[in-house]
C-alpha cells in the first residue's frame, strides 16, 4: 500500500516563500510521476506541476511558472515544491499526488495537468498554505 505525507505547508506573507514536502511510503515501483495540486475553497482542483520519476522532466502550469519548482529525492521517496513570491492567489490546499499510468509526463504536457488528473491514483492528506497580503 502507498501513502503520501505533504508537509511544509503555512501562513507567509505576499512575496514569500514555502517550501512544500511530499514523501512517499510502500510500493514505488512502476511510479511514474508526481503532481502537486491545489484547491482553493469555492474553486475548482488545479494541477499546478508534474516530475517524471525516471526522466526528472517536469510541467508547471502557467500560473504558477517562472515562480515555482518542482524537484525530487529519489533516493529518499522524497518530492518538493519550492513555491517564490507568493501571492493571495496562491492561497489553497495543497495535495501531492502519484501516477503509476505509463506515459505520465507526456500526456500531461499534452492535456495540462488539470485536464489529466484521472492519471493520479494515490493522493496525500494535504497540506494548507494561506497567503496575507
Known amino acids: 500500500q502507498v501513502q503520501l505525507v505533504e508537509s511544509g505547508g503555512g501562513s507567509v506573507q505576499a512575496g514569500g516563500s514555502l517550501r512544500l514536502s511530499c514523501v512517499v511510503f510502500?510500493?514505488?515501483?512502476?511510479?511514474?510521476?508526481i503532481g502537486w495540486f491545489r484547491q482553493a475553497p469555492g474553486k475548482e482542483r488545479e494541477g499546478v506541476s508534474s516530475?517524471?520519476?525516471?526522466?526528472?522532466?517536469?510541467y508547471y502550469s502557467d500560473s504558477v511558472k517562472g515562480r515555482f519548482t518542482i524537484s525530487q529525492d529519489n533516493a529518499k521517496n522524497t518530492w518538493y515544491l519550492q513555491m517564490n513570491s507568493l501571492t493571495s492567489e496562491d492561497t489553497a490546499m495543497y495535495y501531492c499526488?502519484?501516477?503509476?499510468?505509463?506515459?505520465?509526463?507526456?500526456?500531461?504536457?499534452?492535456?495540462?495537468?488539470?485536464?489529466?488528473?484521472?492519471?493520479?491514483?494515490?493522493w496525500g492528506q494535504g497540506t494548507q498554505v494561506t497567503v496575507s497580503s
Open positions: 499526488a502519484a501516477s503509476y499510468s505509463r506515459d505520465c509526463l507526456p500526456t500531461i504536457q499534452a492535456l495540462g495537468q488539470t485536464l489529466g488528473v484521472r492519471l493520479f491514483g494515490v
Open positions: 510502500g510500493y514505488t515501483v512502476g511510479l511514474d510521476c
Open positions: 516530475i517524471s520519476w525516471s526522466s526528472g522532466s517536469t
